[in-house]
């Protein structure tokens, strides 16, 4: 069965650190890969997708991820984090053989200390 | 605002009530979805819709019934539910069921008591 794993369940940063969450998922055919966030309260909300061409791409609010296709893995960077990045992040691949079905990690909760 | 709206935001219910959640959307997609989140769990996809019909049904017991009356509504009927039932039920839409982004509302927190 198609599965997506990502590593940390929670993640504490300063400001300014760098960030990197890692999601690595099963399928072995092609694949969409999306990246979800959750700011506290709010709903959920697309961070960046990938269907195609440059493997690195780049989302919204200074967030990038690279997908590499040997290590089944998509993570998700950004090079200094803000207090505001404060949220859950969820990684999403989907089969292209599945019209809708996105198979969602467990999330992470990222926390940034001020 | 994402052009999803869900009412009501909370709901409290007992085991033998029988209450409807509604999700609205104004983004004119054809596709929609409900979603349930669990704490510490990956969202579990429970319905899509794509215009008009049901065309996903993963496993969800049947005191949950969907409905979807036009391509704007989306309802999810629940009755003689239990308390693991208690969740946050998410709704969601995209333009199709292909690989466009999904556009959530902000969710019923459901507590079954």
């Known amino acids: 069965a198609q599965s997506v794993s990502q590593h940390n369940h929670h993640v504490i940063l300063s400001e300014a650190a760098s960030l990197e969450l890692g999601c690595n998922y099963s399928?072995?055919?092609?694949?969409?890969l999306f990246w979800y966030v959750q700011y506290p309260g709010q709903h959920l909300q697309l961070l960046l997708k990938?269907?195609?061409?440059d493997p690195l791409v780049k989302g919204i609010k200074g967030f990038e991820a690279e997908f590499i296709k040997s290590k089944f893995s998509f993570n998700l960077r950004k090079p200094s984090v803000q207090w505001s990045d404060t949220a859950e992040y969820f990684c999403?691949?989907?089969?292209?053989?599945?019209?809708?079905?996105?198979?969602w990690g467990a999330g992470t909760k990222l926390i940034i200390k001020p | 605002e994402t052009g999803v709206t869900q009412t009501p935001r909370h709901l409290v219910m007992g085991m033998t009530n029988k209450k409807s959640l509604k999700c609205e959307q104004h983004?004119?997609?054809?596709?929609m979805y409900w979603y349930k989140q669990s704490a510490k769990k990956p969202l579990e996809l429970m319905f899509v819709?794509?215009?008009?019909?049901?065309?996903e049904n993963n496993s969800v017991p049947s005191r949950f019934s969907p409905e979807c009356p036009n391509s704007s509504h989306l309802f999810l009927h629940l009755h003689t539910l239990q308390p693991e039932d208690s969740a946050l039920y998410l709704c969601?839409?995209?333009?199709?069921?292909?690989?466009?982004?999904?556009?959530f509302g902000p969710g019923t927190r459901l507590t079954v008591t």
């Open positions: 969601a839409n995209s333009q199709d069921g292909l690989a466009y982004e999904q556009y």
């Open positions: 983004l004119g997609h054809n596709a």
């Open positions: 819709y794509s215009l008009e019909e049901r065309v």
């Open positions: 399928y072995g055919g092609t694949v969409n």
């Open positions: 990938y269907f195609s061409g």
């Open positions: 999403a691949p989907r089969s292209v053989d599945s019209n809708y079905q996105l198979i």
